[in-house]
């Protein structure tokens, strides 16, 4: 089902980046097409990962504690995926940061100072960092539920996952 979800989210941005493509504007610099083709996609997997993370986070307080012996079942593999679509989370919203650099700056080089620069003077950068920083503590707050089980508050899991919604960049 997640797979679907991603392949039909990828051939969303696909399609649309297709009928909106436009030509380049005289005296302004392009960024390269794997910045233009490159962040829209990475945007769409950040935003699907952190769909399923907050779903999967949620998911156990849904379900309910009145049979544990049949929910746990389900939610130890939840857990594990859980854990996955974080580390996703995490992963696409650093790539989205170096990606947003280099369309910011399409005819420098990206290094560690230009993210760094990106970081300290444009919002969203600071929000894909908060948000990476985020969704790696709700990676090991998974990590940790598939050891423990939920002895690990699922309303834990839940807040955090919430709190890193908060500065999703536009």
Known sequence: LVIILVASAIAGVMIGLAVTATSAIPGVPEPSAVVRVGLPV?????DVAAVVTLGLCV???????????L??????????????SSLVWAITALVALV????????????SFGAIG???STVGAGKALVFVAAF???????????TRIGES???ELRSAVALFALLPLPV
């Open 42 to 46: 990475v945007r769409v997997l950040l």
């Open 59 to 69: 998911l156990p307080i849904l379900i309910g504690f009145d049979r544990a012996k």
């Open 71 to 84: 929910a746990e079942p389900v939610l130890a593999g939840t857990r594990r995926v859980a854990v996955a």
């Open 99 to 110: 990606l947003q650099t280099a369309e910011l700056r399409p005819t420098a080089e990206v």
């Open 117 to 119: 620069e990106y970081v």
């Open 135 to 145: 969704a790696l503590v709700s990676a090991a707050l998974a990590a940790w539920a």
């Open 152 to 154: 690990m508050p699922a």
